[in-house]
Structure formats: C-alpha cells, structure tokens
T-cell receptor
Framework: GQQLNQSPQSMFIQEGEDVSMNCTSS?????WLWYKQDPGEGPVLLIA?????ELTSNGRLTAQFGITRKDSFLNISASIPSDVGIYFCAGLSGANSKLTFGKGITLSVRP | GAGVSQSPSNKVTEKGKDVELRCDPISGHTALYWYRQSLGQGLEFLIYFQGNSAPDKSGLPSDRFSAERTGGSVSTLTIQRTQQEDSAVYLC????????????FGPGTRLTVT
C-alpha cells in the first residue's frame, strides 16, 4: 500500500532555530497536508498543498509540494517552545478521501 | 463552535470484553472518519462514512471491529472480544464533503486492554 516516510523519528532544536522536515513517498499524491499533534489532542491541520511546486506559508510555517508529487517539506522558522509536538505529513490520492499518514516526527525545542 | 468530541477519553478493559467508542462530529460535517494511532506510529485509517453512502470499511483490521453512524451524525466504533494489540488511541475526524482533506480531529479515546 501507499506509505509516507518521515525521518528522523525525533528532532531536538534550540529555541530560535529553524527546522525543516521532509516527507517522501514512492507513490504520487494529489494533495499534501501537514498536521501537528499536541499531547492528548488530535492532530490539527497546519498547511494544505494542492499543486505540484506550490509553496505555502502560515505564519512561521512554510511548506512545499514537491514537483514530482512524491515529496513535501515543512519548515518552521524561529522556533518557540510551543512548537513542541508531533508533526505528521499526510497525502490524499485519487478520488477517495482516505488520508495516508506518515509516522510523524517528534519535535523538542530547548529553551 | 463545538469541535469533534469523543467519549470516553480513556477506557481500560479486560481482554475478551467488548467496547464501544463514541464520536460526535462537527455539526454539518457529512464525512466522518475513524483512525487508530498506536504508540510511535502514524494514523491508521479504519473506516469512512460519507452521507448516506455505504461506508468504506477497507481499513478495519478484523471482523471484531465494526462501526455505525446513526442519523448521519454520531458514530460508534465497536470492538468485540478485545485483544491486547487493540490498545491504542482511537481518533475520529469529520469534514465537509467538499473538503475531505480538511479533517478536524477529536481528542481521541485511549483504549488499554489488560
């Protein structure tokens, strides 16, 4: 089946630093999404990307839809402590509405 | 407005018992999804309801799992004869039919099978 690969499993950065996360797949997706999950909560949609090559920003977050439609990246600039959480990429393909999720990257921010 | 709610927030059950997990989607959202999240894993799709259409059950891991959605709103996920490997967080999400990618998630139910 379709799989999305996110690595590493954990990232540790210093407050104020930028961080970039990748998500790759062997399959093509038509929509790429980035979610953040805080402890004890469900994932929250951060950014949605609909076209290959699209670059979209949401505050300090920037995400890009790879031109091959098989990858995406999320960049967080000037990290702050509340950026801590698990970041998931997800993809939507074809006519169905089932999202395929990566395993997530746990981000820790040292003050 | 109110988001997606799930109950209970935590459930501990003995192996072999049946459990029911409830999801109240956002009012007006016709699509409803159930996912399972195991420790350190991504979200695993279980089942999808869209309006009055037959549900997509392709993600249910075994026939011990079933779900229904009454009146196009509230949904119940039932796990029969629970096993220890069923222990996970069960997440529900809902969306407008026109925006299936904008799924709004509930806080989840943490199920522990002892």
């Amino acid at each position: 089946g379709q799989q999305l690969n996110q690595s590493p499993q954990s990232m540790f950065i210093q407050e104020g630093e930028d961080v970039s996360m990748n998500c790759t797949s062997s399959s093509i997706f038509n929509t790429w999404l980035w979610y953040k999950q805080d402890p004890g909560e469900g994932p929250v949609l951060l950014i949605a990307l609909y076209k290959a090559g699209e670059l979209t920003s949401n505050g300090r977050l920037t995400a890009q839809f790879g031109i091959t439609r098989k990858d995406s990246f999320l960049n967080i600039s000037a990290s702050i402590p509340s950026d801590v959480g698990i970041y998931f990429c997800a993809g939507l393909s074809g006519a169905n509405s089932k999202l395929t999720f990566g395993k997530g990257i746990t981000l820790s921010v040292r003050p | 407005g109110a988001g997606v709610s799930q109950s209970p927030s935590n459930k501990v059950t003995e192996k072999g018992k049946d459990v029911e997990l409830r999801c109240d989607p956002i009012s007006g959202h016709t699509a409803l999804y159930w996912y399972r999240q195991s420790l350190g894993q991504g979200l695993e799709f279980l089942i999808y309801f869209q309006g009055n259409s037959a549900p997509d059950k392709s993600g249910l891991p075994s026939d011990r799992f079933s779900a229904e959605r009454t009146g196009g709103s509230v949904s119940t996920l039932t796990i029969q004869r629970t096993q220890q490997e069923d222990s996970a967080v069960y997440l529900c999400a809902s969306s407008l039919a026109a925006s299936p990618y904008e799924q709004y998630f509930g806080p989840g139910t943490r199920l522990t099978v002892t």
